[in-house]
């Protein structure tokens, strides 16, 4: 059973129109994760929650928002998709709490065309 | 800056023989260390983690971490096509928040 959820798999926007990527959870985990990767780069973390508390990267566009309306969802926002947003966004989810491995679990990711 | 270092690859290894997948991090201080599988257009699956110096085998999979040289690497032994995707790196900084820090990945190809 998948256990983080990303919709959609494949989502084709317009240049400069704003588009919403979910991501949902059954593992009850309190982290959760945003990452841009394009095409033989390294995942690169955007932004990410940690219960409510939202932390961005510092180099992460304004562009880009996210959402967690409680522990199991969480959404990113491109709010003026450019030609160089197109990539594989991937969400990940970990738990942080002592004595836990912290190991982060991802989601099969949704593949972004902006034409 | 922090940093994972793969090199790129391609690495062609034949089918039945071990693969060796190296990475080298610049924080001395990092203590939790992942390998992730990416096959192509899918997303990362972790493969194995390790937190001690020494190797940690699963399978036909071993890590292998030494902290003084900051070093970890990934051996896949009885390597199969299947194997072929390329394998990422990845290191958990310090903090309560769990960020990783990935490498680019090398990429492996195992020929039948």
């Known amino acids: 059973d998948a256990m983080v959820i990303q919709n959609p798999r494949y989502q084709v926007t317009q240049f400069g129109k704003p588009v919403t990527l979910s991501c949902s959870q059954t593992?009850?985990?309190?982290?959760m994760y945003w990452y841009q990767q394009k095409s033989s780069q390294a995942p690169k973390l955007l932004f990410h929650?940690?219960?409510?508390?939202?932390?961005n990267e510092a180099d992460t566009p304004d562009n880009f928002q996210s959402r967690r309306p409680n522990t199991s969802f969480c959404f990113l926002d491109i709010r003026s998709p450019g030609l160089g947003d197109a990539a594989m966004y991937l969400c990940?989810?970990?738990?942080?709490?002592?004595?836990?491995?912290?190991?982060?679990?991802f989601g099969a990711g949704t593949r972004l065309s902006v034409l | 800056q922090k940093e994972v270092e793969q090199n790129s690859g391609p690495l062609s290894v034949p089918e039945g023989a071990i693969a060796s997948l190296n990475c080298t991090y610049s924080?001395?201080?990092?203590?939790?260390f992942f390998w992730y599988r990416q096959y192509s257009g899918k997303s990362p699956e972790l493969i194995m983690s390790?937190?001690?110096?020494g190797d940690k085998e699963d399978g036909r999979f071993t890590a292998q971490l030494n902290k003084a040289s900051q070093y970890v690497s990934l051996l896949i032994r009885d390597s199969q096509p299947s194997d072929s995707a390329t394998y990422l790196c990845?290191?958990?900084?310090?903090?309560?928040?769990?960020?990783?820090?990935f490498g680019t990945g090398t990429l492996l190809a195992v020929q039948p």
């Open positions: 990940a989810t970990s738990i942080s709490l002592a004595g836990t491995k912290n190991i982060q679990y």
């Open positions: 593992l009850n985990h309190n982290v």
């Open positions: 929650y940690y219960d409510k508390d939202f932390n």
């Open positions: 924080d001395r201080v990092s203590q939790s």
């Open positions: 390790i937190y001690s110096n």
């Open positions: 990845a290191v958990r900084t310090g903090g309560a928040t769990n960020k990783l820090i």
